[in-house]
């Protein structure tokens, strides 16, 4: 290609997918940072904790019972439960299940859940293979990293069109781990993205439903199958990113290779990775944490407000569900999670989504407003809440960047892993596995995480 001065000029999109596969391919375990090694294994804790607590859950319930009904063999642990399956079942049971509470980890580069869809096929992998907790790492890291390349790529078109990143993005993201793990030469670790790129679907439209959780196990499920295949010599487009009607132009259009290829600033898209604290769609977090700050700082009662005003970005539409009916659909309402904020009710707590349906909160409910604009992103809220006497009192949040401090962040995941999984499991299971998490490196063997994550047997 000539540019008007006569010089050659280099697509930047040409050879995306290989350039891409490439750079994750050469992830090394012992290379990494000790802070993104130990954001790794807060994202396998959290993980391991959303998905056990997420186990009573309707749609887990259903895509397990479902999964023992047709069987397969018994490679890889089921979550929870004193039986095995196969690997693709296992991803796709466990990726559900972890992502049935909406209470896992995000990345807004995506913008989406990456580790529910890249751990569940990964960890089914590495279990059944025999790697280690040094394998696993590296392989999660290369695969994550992939994924929020992927979304800088192609967003923010892909998600204003209504695709899923979980689903769409997330099943490269496992592809690209699995192949890590299984070692694949670059020319069939494309061929595997290839194979996830044709199987991605996934649509914002489901939100609120018991099909979002299942966007992360199939995913999973997908990806996974995508590298196996591969591995056996199953080809597809190994340039799928950027050929024509490929992933980048059929899924919103938007493409920027530059952006794929550049640092992330801090060096890493895993240590933005985002942590959930409250058991909601993350672009409710602000308006939470907007509204109770206030409630805390003035004192503030259901009784003396008359409204409550809630500014957000356009793009957060899919959490203004104006009137929820279900625990699932009041995760997704802006409305009833400033309901929840202002009468101080815990939305950490699994048992608060239920209760959208009491009349004390939809009585809340009914007295917010919600205004959508363009030029605020997911993570931003403005709220001002109105006294019955007029006055007004206002409060800005961001929830968009992650803690500096990691350490501190390991602790909250721990806390959390207690609050959550902790009933499930009971004490002293639950304190066997934050032990074995938090000593989770070198050669510790996956399969060793995974038996204590099983259910015993009766």
């Not at 569940?120 to 929020?148: K, N």
């Not at 196996?228 to 950027?242: I, M, Q």
């Not at 989504?353 to 917010?368: F, K």
């Amino acid at each position: 290609m000539a540019g008007s001065d006569g010089q050659s000029r280099v697509d930047p999109g040409a050879g995306l997918t290989r350039r891409l596969v490439e750079r994750a391919l050469r992830v090394r375990t012992d290379a990494l940072p000790d802070d993104v090694r130990r954001v790794a294994r807060d994202c396998l804790a959290d993980w391991i904790a959303c998905a056990i607590a997420g186990l009573a859950e309707p749609a887990s319930a259903i895509v397990r019972e479902a999964a023992r009904e047709e069987g397969g063999h018994p490679q890889a642990t089921v979550l929870g439960q004193p039986w095995k399956t196969s690997l693709a079942q296992a991803a796709l049971v466990n990726g559900t299940a972890s992502h049935a509470l909406d209470y896992d980890d995000v990345n807004l580069a995506v913008p989406g859940h990456m580790t529910v869809a890249i751990v569940p096929a990964l960890f089914a992998l590495a279990e059944h293979r025999g790697a280690s907790a040094g394998d696993f790492t590296g392989a999660f890291v290369a695969g994550y990293e992939f994924a929020c390349r992927v979304g800088t790529l192609v967003e923010p078109a892909h998600y204003a069109n209504g695709f899923h990143a979980t689903a769409t993005i997330g099943s490269l993201g496992a592809a690209m781990a699995c192949a890590h793990l299984l070692g694949l030469p670059a020319e069939t670790a494309c061929h595997a993205i290839g194979l996830a790129a044709t199987q991605a679907a996934g649509l914002k439209a489901m939100f609120g439903t018991m099909a979002k959780p299942l966007h992360a196990g199939l995913a999973s499920q997908s990806g996974l199958r995508a590298a196996r295949l591969a591995a056996r010599g199953f080809v597809a487009r190994p340039d799928v990113l950027e050929c024509g009607q490929g992933f980048a132009q059929v899924h919103g259009g938007d493409f920027d290779p530059d952006a794929a290829l550049a640092e992330p600033a801090g060096g890493d898209y895993l240590l933005r990775n985002l942590f959930k604290f409250h058991a909601a769609c993350y672009s409710t977090h602000s308006t939470i944490e907007a509204v109770a700050a206030l409630r805390r700082e003035h004192a503030l009662a259901a009784a003396q407000v008359s409204a409550i005003r809630v500014v957000a970005g356009e793009g957060c539409s899919i959490c203004n569900i104006a009137h929820p009916r279900t625990g699932l659909e009041a995760k997704f309402s802006l409305r009833a999670t400033a309901a929840f904020a202002l009468l101080g009710i815990d939305t950490g707590a699994l048992e608060t989504w239920d209760r959208v349906v009491e009349p004390a909160v939809t009585d809340v409910l009914e007295r917010v407003e919600v205004d959508l604009v363009p030029g605020m992103s997911l993570s931003e809220s403005r709220v001002a809440i109105v006294r019955a006497d007029g006055t007004e009192i206002v409060r800005a949040h961001d929830c968009g960047e992650a803690p500096a401090d990691k350490a501190e962040q390991s602790r909250r995941i721990a806390a959390k892993f207690r609050a959550i999984a902790g009933p499930a499991l009971g004490d002293v299971r639950a304190r066997t596995l934050l032990g074995t998490l938090d000593a989770f490196g070198g050669e510790t063997p996956v399969a060793r995480l995974a038996e204590l994550c099983a259910a015993p047997a009766r």
